[in-house]
Nanobody, 129 residues
């Protein structure tokens, strides 16, 4: 089955860390820009981070210095290491992949999820004491 599957979400205290994983099955991520969006209840979707096929990385200002995106092509997986988490990071995090978008275009995209080549089911992150 061709899909992206996210994992690693959960409940964490402020200041804590989580690592999200985005694993692809049925296709290779090698030539895709891959990234993460998040959506909190009642808020618009926000681009969090992206990594291009040549491993250039991009971050939203709100997470710069705290989050790190990386890709492991051998494992066909992209990771989002989230440190120093804040309550405002609470959201459902979605992984997506697109062949045509650059890393920066991916990050700032407002396009509907169904315009991306692949879109995951989401993993919930809650930052609360």
């Amino acid at each position: 089955q061709v899909q992206l599957v996210e994992s690693g979400g959960g409940l964490v205290q402020p200041g804590g860390s989580l690592r999200l994983s985005c694993a692809a099955s049925g296709f290779s991520l090698d030539y895709f820009t891959v990234g993460w969006f998040r959506q909190a209840p009642g808020k618009e979707r926000e681009g969090v981070s992206s990594v291009s096929s040549d491993s250039n990385t991009y971050y939203a200002d709100s997470v710069k210095g705290r989050f790190t995106i990386s890709r492991d092509n051998a494992k066909n997986t992209v990771y989002l290491q989230m440190n120093s988490l804040k309550p405002e990071d609470t959201a459902v995090y979605y992984c997506a992949a697109d062949f045509s978008l650059s890393g920066l275009a991916f990050l700032v995209s407002q396009s509907p999820s169904n315009t991306f080549d692949y879109w995951g089911q989401g993993t919930e992150v809650t930052v609360s004491s």
